[in-house]
């Protein structure tokens, strides 16, 4: 048989290493030796295996095993698994383990000690009252853990065969069967019986055994979720006893936080701040993105790149309602760091957009610096022109108004109340107070109110026809009014207009937010809203003419002529005309805006060639763009994660410029500036954590910006620009909209 065997093992040898072979022969040893000790502990073998258990020693750099080891479950000392016999002797019976204690029959040498499970019970106590046929007497079942303890009972011996049974009176010194530590002795009980069970059953199987490489894999890919989740999981929670476990069960090594904050950080900081300064010094020109201004606390500043990217630069904590003054400085500072000492200097900066307005710094320094665009961020603009909604709007006031008084009611009215919560338990499934909120001028505290009121108008409804209201009607007038109001089908029509709004409003910023549109497309956006506004208008028959003034006169606050300049020399907008050409849509633009164009491109480019940037503005009007390149510019496909349509090539609307174009010099100059800008200064937020960290001016303040600058680089790359609390936010939020709001995004109208 041996040699029939012998030639498939000579084929076989060579394709397996020499290490692979010892790790064999190292993983059976072990997996034999733990076969004994398992036979051991049930009473079939040796008693030291109670107290050694073989262990197996991976190699650092090939991860396979190397050795087997016998430790000491005791005092967890190592030793050779050659010879556990002697081992046991020398460590266990010479007294070398300090944790072990040795019976004395042990020492000498009459009997080695035994497990607890192999230790017979003793005697049970009698029980007069059963008996067999022959006289013996048997015992009645003794709980276990009285069992273990009888150094206060008394043992009786059986009586004589056909004897009576006789009870033994007990010594008048003894005392009953108590634990001897009274109930503290139950944990301890209970700690002794683990052990027992310990003994009886082997250990688990060590977890599973990684290479040094994916050890250090793994944990560079956990150090950079810990960094990009700054502020929402804490760097000290590495430090939990249950995230200590789970790192031991995958086999990974404990980290400390001193790690996570020092050199971790220090490294993946100078990775960040190395990348994106080379990202700004590669770029022709760059835009300053400034948030925070409006909050106060934190402001960030980030830069963005011609290619649709976006760095980030610093964030820079402030009061609450800087001064204009104070935010120049800020705006210089950010420029003169990101222009560094780059070819070009400041002239590289093609301008800003913050979402700061009214502000002189950025109107300062755009008459000091022609060559630059300073833009107030859309995003605040649309939230701006809410707050006119709220404050100037009759029907909104008066909406708002009215809510107020029916949620007052509700709310302190004790016996009403109770009715209004067993409705909404019915109907909804929940029971709350509606928020309530007085007629201010911020309409993120009248909007909530609106919608609490519209979410439950049909348990609002049914309260107030409830026959246990008619008496509380009768006696107080603002309950009867109330009811009245309640029932009439026009307040329910407003309120579900004013709604629609703000939702309408509320939508197109949230859109502005995850598109972040360019300059150019600032005139269509606010076009679509006049005519959803129209559309608003029309669907609750209500005149347009209060919120067309209203948002008429956020525009002119909100305009800059960038707008039009940039949405004349955008390819995008191309229109074909009736000989096939392809010219800027100057059709859309009022005269004034017309004028706008000319006098941005001649204030961005030179005195000297202001005049040849206007002859080649009216070759571009006239001539526009080659029909085939035009066609590609405005080329679209469908989103998948959207699927909405999106121009398939964003950077050829600029490029074009440089290529095609390359005839118009002076305008190709301006063009390739304007059109890569951005309308909003969303980007990277700082949580309320990093708020706090960074607001703390102390000397832990630099590892904080560290900290802040690595996960803001992070979310950048990914383009990722939403706030991981909002996201908890909508996650554990009571209920979706659909529910409610089923047929239209506004829900049918309220029956009365």
Not at 434 to 453: C, G, K, N, Y
Not at 557 to 576: G, N, T
Not at 712 to 734: P, Q, V, Y
Request: glycine share 6%.
């Amino acid at each position: 048989m041996a040699t029939e065997s012998a030639p498939t093992e000579a084929v076989v040898a060579p394709s397996i290493t020499s290490e692979e072979t010892a790790a064999r022969a190292v993983q059976k040893r072990f997996e034999g030796l733990m076969t004994v000790r398992a036979k051991a502990i049930k009473g079939k073998g040796a008693w030291y295996w109670a107290h050694l258990e073989p262990i197996l020693v991976q190699s650092n750099d090939t991860g396979l095993p190397k050795a087997v080891k016998l430790r000491c479950s005791l005092c967890d000392a190592v030793f050779s698994a050659s010879n556990p016999s002697r081992t046991a002797s020398e460590h266990l019976k010479r007294g070398t383990c300090p944790n072990f204690s040795m019976p004395p029959s042990t020492s000498s040498g009459s009997s080695p000690p035994r497990p607890i499970s192999s230790i017979p019970p003793p005697p049970p106590l009698l029980n007069p009252c059963t008996s067999s046929s022959s006289g013996r007497k048997r015992s009645s079942p003794v709980s276990s853990h009285l069992a273990l303890i009888e150094s206060h009972s008394v043992y009786i011996p059986p009586p004589a065969i056909g004897a009576p049974p006789v009870l033994q009176p007990m010594p008048t010194h003894s005392q009953p069967i108590v634990l001897s530590g009274g109930r503290e002795d139950l944990g301890a009980l209970a700690m002794l019986e683990d052990s027992v069970k310990k003994l009886k059953s082997p250990k688990t199987s060590p977890g599973p055994v990684l290479s040094k490489h994916q050890v250090e894999s793994a944990l560079s890919f956990l150090c950079d979720w810990f960094y990009e989740s700054c502020g929402v999981v804490s760097i000290s929670s590495v430090d939990h006893p249950k995230f200590r476990d789970f790192l031991r069960q995958v086999g990974l090594p404990p980290i400390s936080r001193d790690l996570l904050a020092g050199p971790q950080l220090e490294a993946r900081y100078r990775n960040a701040q190395a990348d994106a300064d080379a990202r700004i010094r590669e770029a022709l020109f760059f835009q300053l993105s400034i948030a925070g201004w409006r909050e106060g606390g934190i402001v960030c500043v980030s830069v963005n790149l011609p290619n649709g990217t976006s760095v980030f630069q610093r964030a820079v904590p402030v009061v609450t309602r800087a001064p204009s003054d104070y935010a120049e400085e800020v705006f210089l500072d950010s420029i003169s760091l990101a222009a560094g000492s780059t070819t070009g200097g400041i002239n590289r900066c093609a301008g800003i957009v913050s979402d700061r307005f009214k502000s002189k710094a950025l109107r300062n320094l755009e008459n000091h610096n022609p060559w630059m665009v300073n833009l107030t961020c859309q995003i605040q603009a649309l939230h701006n022109l809410l707050k006119d909604f709220t404050i100037d709007l009759p029907l909104f006031q008066s909406v708002a108004s009215n809510c107020v008084k029916l949620a007052s009611f509700l709310n302190t009215n004790s016996p009403v109340r109770s009715v209004f919560h067993r409705y909404q338990l019915n109907e909804m499934g929940y029971s709350g107070l509606l928020r309530a909120s007085p007629v201010t001028d911020s309409w993120q505290l009248v909007f909530p109110m609106l919608e609490d009121i519209l979410t439950s108008a049909r348990p609002i409804q049914m309260t107030l026809l409830d026959e246990s209201y008619k008496p509380v009607s009768t006696n107080d007038p603002v309950a009867g009014g109330l009811a009245e109001m309640v029932k009439d089908m026009q307040f329910w029509t407003n309120l579900e207009a004013v709604h629609a709004l703000v939702k309408l409003v509320q939508d197109m910023a949230r859109e502005m937010e995850t598109n972040r549109p360019l300059v150019g497309e600032c005139l269509p956006l606010w076009e679509n809203l006049r005519s959803k506004v129209k559309e608003w208008s029309s669907r609750y028959n209500l005149e347009e003419g209060p919120a067309r003034k209203l948002l008429d006169r956020r525009f002119k606050k909100s305009y800059h002529p960038a707008w039009s300049a940039s949405y004349i020399l955008d390819p995008l907008y191309l229109e074909k005309d009736a000989s096939g050409k392809y010219l800027p849509p100057y059709k859309y633009l009022t005269p004034d805006q017309e004028k706008d164009v000319d006098r941005l491109i001649t204030r961005m480019v030179s005195r000297e060639e202001a005049h040849i940037a206007l002859m080649e503005l009216m070759k571009w009007r006239a001539e526009g763009l080659n029909p085939l390149y035009a066609q590609a510019v405005q080329v679209r496909q469908t989103d998948p994660l959207t699927g909405k349509l999106q121009v398939a090539n964003p950077q050829s609307r600029r490029l074009v410029w440089e290529t095609c174009l390359s005839e118009l010099r002076s305008v190709g100059k301006v063009a390739v500036r304007l059109i890569f800008l951005h309308a909003t200064s969303c980007g990277f937020r700082c949580n309320s954590s990093m708020a706090r960290w960074l607001a703390a001016r102390g000397p832990g303040s630099d590892r904080a910006h560290k900290l802040v600058f690595v996960a803001a680089h992070s979310k950048l790359e990914r383009r990722d620009f939403s706030n991981d609390e909002e996201r908890d936010g909508e996650l554990f939020a009571i209920g979706d909209d659909d529910d409610v709001l089923q047929d239209s995004p506004f829900g049918d109208r309220p029956s009365a």
